[in-house]
């Protein structure tokens, strides 16, 4: 807490809270944790007799250790929330029930007048009282201190109890990766991006002056990212906040905006600033930070993802942040790592009724936890806005900043909007035009750019252009999320560079068509001279469409034109029948908003942004009374069919896994998306054979490198261990359940040492949560030791293609 700005520290935290740590392992003075470590120490070290009558598997019964903590802690009349936050320290609440400090399966009343003792000599020692927690967002911040003071604690800095502990206590602090970062003061915007803001950009930077919520409505291409990059610079500069969480859709989008977040940190902090190195590359995340036993590899927070919140700069995707807000184990400890910083919400409209539950109440959570909250978006509509905002609001304003500081009204601050762009739009229904079209624009040297709804349509349509485009020496490549970490790094370098400011020297050397999914419509710099897109709703089309003709000054050949190719069916029929006219688009997105949206573009011609954003989605979206077919699509919205949950039945959904109600769920049963499904990561190797002679598994990767993975903890040291784990977890895909390989018992994987290098779940459930597979040289997936790997399908992977399931 002391590295905290002060004014921040003395807003978060409330006196004593540092008792509330100190005291989380009161409950380890206890018969049945005694035993435990007794019969756990190799025969002869220890000369303790056996306890009589004491059964420490009994425990898990009250959540062990730190049930004891919290029972004893409500004995002694701790303040509210207290005996809650102790025993929560292992990220979850323990059952405690009707259990009291002083029964016999916790000693009795001699244990707990020990517990007491420990206690008291705490309190002289810290010279501290128990901390009074004023609110449930002000307990979780508590509870996330206490865990991550446990987990540094059990950290390489205090194995030793022989040896001095107070000179490491700094030193434990900054391999855990809690410094305190300084900036460079009075640093203009142009000197922190090398242009002049735009009129948005200033205005947005005036407004955020202390910690709330603020709305960015701005057409695609204007500089939101900066704007709101250069306003936590100022709050950072003046002590308001302790640093930035960027947080989008998607991985892919998260990787870019990561280069473009690099580069602004780079300006920003200062060239003395300590551990500047670290604070800049992700990756040295991974391999320098010590985080204890939860934070090695193999623990449930080695994955960079999460320990992302706790460092003081990160950019990920919006799931951590919102699992701050849910009842999952160690949802508190992300609450604890989002406190007192500014959070960057980017693509807000990209959500769907469960997320957009979650989200509310992140905001919400946020505003207490003292952030500076700053929602980006391209289309938002009013009635999203008010949910966010919690709140009455009347502008229809855009461009448009919407201001909530800490405990002041809302004031709506209209934005005069830059000159238009026209778009020329053309609705297709059948495929064919359009892939002769792109074939024939890319030869003429023009880069086009491709979107389709799923990742399936997106690898078929990749295959059919692929096919002729190489006798026209035009290239084509794919993006979709269904890469491994390694290879998708690869391809976006590549195509998404080529596409964006990077690539303007090598524009005119090939025309290009780039194939992808709804990852090209958000958050990425890419500029097209030509699009073809699956239709979608309003608000996807038109983040599309942003990436097409983006920059006025992208080199362009001459038969260029600013046009959009929608592929879409008639209206009627589509009214009559969307699953069958939209096929898998009416499973992705809602029937009856695509219906509405096809209301909006059917017979448009042109389009002229950023004029008609606002017009174009509060049509999409506005409620009204409906008839005969769009009656029954609204009524399926709202309440679901058998196969698709309700808005309603999501928001109930949402609302129990909030962090105010219900069971504490383990992460991987976590959903922070509906729409998108339960994921499975899926571990790809080429090969993966046990070496007996020498007590390792050789493991060959895809690009055919071979790592070698000790049985035995002790025979890597601890940053021999994050580099193999790092490097495995490139070898990862994320998949839909049904398309995943089947589950392993754990032990299958443990006896491979798999267990050293990934969280495989919870001890108490026999089947992994990863999965593994082996790819041939044919790209067909197999089973682990000839196990079956699907009960449907075959499943392949290639380069070019990624993971695929082949049903046919």
């Given at each position: 807490m ?10 978060l935290f ?9 005291c989380h ?7 049945c ?6 019969q ?11 306890l009589?009558?004491?059964?420490p598997g ?8 730190a ?8 004995a002694?009349?701790a303040p509210?929330f207290v005996p809650?936050?102790l025993?929560q ?7 405690t029930?009707?259990?009291?400090a ?8 001699p244990?707990?007048q ?6 008291a000599?705490?309190k002289?020692?810290l ?14 911040l ?22 001095p ?12 990766g809690?410094?305190?970062p300084t900036y ?8 922190a991006?090398d ?8 205005q947005?930077v ?28 100022h709050?950072?500069e ?13 991985q892919?989008?998260s ?12 300006r920003?902090?200062?060239?003395d ?13 991974l ?12 623990g ?5 993802a ?5 460092a003081?700069?990160?950019v990920?995707?919006i ?21 007192g910083?500014?959070v ?15 989200l509310?109440?992140l905001?919400?959570?946020?505003r207490?936890?003292?952030c500076?909250?700053i929602?980006?978006s391209?289309t938002l509509?009013?009635?999203r806005?008010?949910?966010?905002l919690g709140?009455t609001l ?7 900043i919407?201001?909530s500081?800490q405990?002041?009204?809302?004031v ?6 830059d ?5 020329a739009i ?7 035009p ?6 024939e ?17 997106a ?7 692929a096919a ?12 979709h ?7 998708r790094?690869s391809?976006e370098?590549?195509w ?5 400011k ?5 524009r005119h050397?090939?025309?290009r ?7 090209l ?9 030509f699009?073809?897109?699956r239709f979608?709703?309003s608000?996807m ?13 992208t080199?362009?050949p001459d038969?260029?034109?600013c046009?959009a190719?929608?592929?879409a ?10 699953q ?6 009416a ?7 695509l219906c ?6 059917q017979g448009?011609t ?10 174009l ?9 409906e008839?005969g ?14 196969w698709r ?19 504490t769920?383990?992460?991987s ?6 729409s998108?499904?339960?994921?499975f ?19 060959t990767?895809l ?15 601890k940053?021999?261990?994050r580099?193999?784990?790092a490097?495995l977890?490139?070898q990862i895909?994320a998949?839909?359940?049904?398309d ?18 990934f969280?495989?779940g ?7 949560i990863l999965r593994?597979a082996?790819?041939?040289e044919?790209?067909r997936?197999r089973?682990?030791?000839?196990a079956?790997?699907h ?10 293609l ?7």
């Amino acid at each position: 807490m002391a590295r905290l700005p002060a004014e921040l520290r003395k807003a978060l935290f409330p006196d004593g809270a540092r008792m509330a740590a100190a005291c989380h392992d009161i409950g380890k003075v206890s018969p049945c944790f005694v035993e435990k470590i007794r019969q756990a120490c190799t025969p002869g070290m220890v000369t303790i007799d056996p306890l009589p009558n004491i059964n420490p598997g009994l425990e898990s019964q009250w959540g062990g250790h730190a049930g004891v903590s919290q029972v004893t802690a409500r004995a002694i009349d701790a303040p509210d929330f207290v005996p809650e936050i102790l025993g929560q320290h292992h990220g979850f609440s323990p059952s405690t029930g009707s259990l009291r400090a002083s029964d016999d399966i916790f000693g009795g009343p001699p244990w707990q007048q020990e517990r007491e003792a420990l206690v008291a000599e705490l309190k002289s020692w810290l010279d501290a009282d128990w901390p009074v927690v004023n609110s449930i967002s002000q307990a979780r911040l508590l509870a996330g201190l206490t865990s991550v003071s446990d987990w540094i604690g059990s950290g390489e800095f205090f194995e030793d109890p022989a040896a001095p502990w107070q000179e490491n206590i700094g030193r434990a602090l900054d391999a855990a990766g809690f410094v305190s970062p300084t900036y460079r003061q009075g640093l203009s915007f142009e000197k922190a991006f090398d242009f002049r803001p735009r009129q948005v950009q200033q205005q947005l930077v005036d407004q955020v002056v202390v910690p709330g919520v603020y709305v960015l409505e701005a057409p695609m291409g204007i500089g939101k990212t900066e704007a709101a990059l250069y306003a936590a610079y100022h709050m950072l500069e003046t002590g308001q906040a302790r640093g930035i969480y960027f947080a989008l859709p998607t991985q892919l989008t998260s990787n870019k905006i990561f280069e473009r977040f690099n580069a602004f940190l780079e300006r920003v902090l200062a060239k003395d600033c300590k551990h500047r190195s670290l604070l800049l590359h992700s990756n040295a995340w991974l391999l320098d930070i010590d985080m204890g036993e939860e934070g090695r590899p193999g623990g449930a927070w080695f994955n960079h993802a999460k320990r992302g919140l706790l460092a003081p700069f990160a950019v990920g995707t919006i799931d951590q942040a919102l699992m701050a807000a849910m009842n999952i184990k160690h949802g508190f400890v992300r609450a604890f790592g989002l406190a007192g910083k500014v959070v960057i919400l980017d693509e807000v409209h990209t959500y769907d009724a469960y997320t957009g539950t979650l989200l509310d109440a992140l905001v919400e959570l946020l505003r207490a936890l003292h952030c500076t909250v700053i929602i980006l978006s391209a289309t938002l509509n009013r009635e999203r806005r008010e949910q966010l905002l919690g709140g009455t609001l009347t502008s229809d304003d855009y461009p448009l900043i919407t201001v909530s500081p800490q405990g002041q009204p809302f004031v709506e601050v209209p934005v005069p909007a830059d000159t238009g762009q026209h778009i020329a739009i053309r609705l297709f229904e059948h495929d064919q035009p359009a892939i002769e079209e792109a074939l024939e624009r890319a030869e003429q040297g023009q880069q086009v750019v491709w979107i389709e709804n799923t990742v399936a349509e997106a690898q078929r349509r990749y295959l059919d252009l692929a096919a002729r485009a190489g006798e026209m020496s035009v290239a084509c490549g794919l993006l979709h999320s269904r890469f491994t970490a390694e290879d998708r790094q690869s391809i976006e370098d590549q195509w998404v560079n080529l596409f964006g400011k990077p690539g303007w020297a090598e524009r005119h050397k090939q025309g290009r068509i780039l194939v992808g999914t709804q990852v090209l419509e958000q958050s990425l710099d890419t500029d097209a001279d030509f699009m073809v897109s699956r239709f979608a709703p309003s608000d996807m089309l038109l983040q599309r469409l942003g990436r097409l003709w983006r920059h006025t000054d992208t080199p362009r050949p001459d038969t260029a034109t600013c046009e959009a190719w929608l592929l879409a069916p008639p209206l009627e029929p589509a009214i009559s029948a969307p699953q069958q006219a939209f096929g898998p688009t009416a499973f992705v997105y809602s029937p009856y908003v695509l219906c509405r949206s096809l209301e909006v573009w059917q017979g448009r011609t042109a389009l002229s942004l950023p004029r008609e954003i606002r017009a174009l989605i509060e049509q999409t979206y506005v409620q009204r009374n409906e008839e005969g077919a769009m009656a029954r699509w609204l009524e399926e919205l709202e309440n679901g069919t058998r196969w698709r949950m309700g808005r309603r039945a999501m928001w109930q959904l949402a609302r129990v896994t909030l962090a105010d109600a219900g069971n504490t769920l383990p992460e991987s049963k976590a959903q922070t998306r509906y729409s998108v499904t339960d994921s499975f990561e899926v571990l790809l190797l080429r090969q993966l054979v046990m070496q007996q002679d020498q007590k390792a598994t050789r493991l060959t990767l895809l690009n055919g490198e071979h790592l070698l993975l000790p049985w035995h903890r002790h025979k890597l040291g601890k940053r021999e261990w994050r580099r193999l784990s790092a490097n495995l977890m490139r070898q990862i895909v994320a998949v839909r359940v049904q398309d995943a390989p089947r589950q392993l018992p754990v032990d299958t994987l443990k006896k491979f040492g798999l267990h050293h290098c990934f969280y495989l779940g919870n001890p108490v459930h026999d089947e992994a949560i990863l999965r593994v597979a082996l790819v041939d040289e044919s790209g067909r997936l197999r089973g682990l030791q000839g196990a079956p790997l699907h009960d449907k399908y075959a499943l392949d992977y290639r380069y070019d293609l990624g993971y695929r399931v082949i049903k046919d």
